[in-house]
């Protein structure tokens, strides 16, 4: 990829997360560096260009940078997932939605012309079918993170309707990559599984063997974004947040793939309560609308997924 040396100012938060860390380097290569204002609450473990501390629900410092820097384009990446959201519901509603309420207004002050909001499976709820979720369903969610997500969701819809905002979002399913950990999520286990099959040799698995999840390799999210955000404008007939589909298995399926290149590997199983989170999200998505309107196709299946993860993290 070229980079497109335009003067179009992009501003990430939650640069250093799990989506955050990989997303921005591909933003930069795209876009250059000097283009990428990335910002988090702790510094990043790297150089990354350039870095802001920005703490989201700080209004006032998020108006300064997008005044200094004349932002155009938004990566709202910052948030805190399902199973820690629950330890605090109160401060995840703030960090997930009261900051994205007001960066929506902020945007629409200072002329940000384009924002991208990473909505999540964890949307549904009890209420929606498990199996080839649809597109459109009634969401329910059952965590407080859901319920932060489901409500961007609205809110997305509703600025691009009355003011046209060209909002863009995907609701990502569990995302599995080798460069940087998840943190805090419901679907993490099928990352730490990789990290300690190889150092450990075993993996003591929160999830029960049959909890069937939908998953995504992190190359595919990555590109699902990047292709979400430069699809025409008369393509994206959706605002709220597309579903898009990678793969979907259960902990022993996964187990059991990591096996062929790890004999030995051992799984135990101690389900806590994550595993009631796991019981209201979907087993699998329907993502036709994303395929039909910006050619979404995910390139990673369950064999793929574990040959890489295991080369890149040996
Ligand atoms: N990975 C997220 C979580 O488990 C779902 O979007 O909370």
Redesign the pocket.
Known sequence: MTASMDNHKILITGANGQVGSVLSAALREKHGIDNVIHTDISAPESEIGHFEFLNVIDTDSMRELIETYEIKEIYHLAAI???NGERNPRVTWNVNFTSYLNLLELSLELGVQKIFFPS???VFGPTTPREHTPQDVPLLPSTV?GMSKASGEYWNQYYYDQYRLDIRSIR?P??IGHQSM?GG????YAVEIFHDAISKGSYECYLGPDVRLPMIFMDDAIQATMELMSAPRENVRLHYGYNIHGLDFTPAELAHEIQKHLPDFKITYAPDERENIAATWPMSIDDSQARADWDWQARYDLEALVSTMIHHLS
């Open positions: 997932l399902s199973a999540t499976i964890a993170y990502y569990g995302i998840p999520g419901t679907t993490d």
